[in-house]
């Protein structure tokens, strides 16, 4: 089982971050109108934040590559920090957006965050277990947004 892999308080933090998207879907299909726009809001502010802070985990792997005595060039590359910069520029412009267009944008851009993750396993720029960690996390993740995305559209 792929969640083996992965170190416990990771796996606890990572699912208790799914709360609040849950709450945020809950709340978009459950509350009147009004509430509504707020909760779809802070959905939105979350997943904003949230996929900024998954972008700078890429930052975080390289910093620990040339912490390590790695070489700091390698590591320091304008393509692997700028995929660490990506997700809140991304997120940013989301929360920025009408509703429609900015939860299509944070769902697009979490299945991205989740492909440039799996190429950085296959690169050997962050452990195997990561990518067990990230796949149902973010099929989580996509499914609340998609969830309020369809509330939002009826």
């Known amino acids: 089982m792929p969640l083996a ?3 416990r308080p ?15 879907s809950l709340a978009v299909w ?9 909760a779809l809001f802070i959905q939105a ?14 930052w975080g792997l390289a910093l620990a590559g040339t912490a390590a005595g790695g070489d700091s060039h390698r590591a320091m590359s304008w393509n692997r920090l700028g995929w660490g ?12 957006m009408t509703a429609v267009p900015g939860l299509i ?13 799996a190429a950085a396993v296959r690169k050997g720029q962050a452990p195997a277990w990561y990518l067990d960690l990230r796949r149902p996390l973010t099929a989580a993740v996509i499914l609340c947004l998609g969830l309020s995305l369809i ?3 009826l």
Do not use: E, K
Request: aromatic share 12%.
């Open 10 to 24: 990771a796996l606890v933090f990572g699912v208790c971050g799914l709360l609040p998207f849950i709450a945020g």
């Open 105 to 117: 944008l944070l769902i697009l851009s979490y299945f991205g965050l989740l492909m440039g993750d």
């Open 30 to 38: 459950l509350l009147p109108p009004g509430w509504r726009d707020y």
């Open 151 to 153: 509330r939002v559209l």
């Open 45 to 58: 502010a979350y997943g904003a934040t949230i996929l900024s802070f998954m972008g700078a985990v890429h």
């Open 85 to 96: 910069v990506l997700p809140a520029l991304l997120g940013l412009a989301a929360l920025m």
């Open 5 to 7: 892999r992965v170190p």
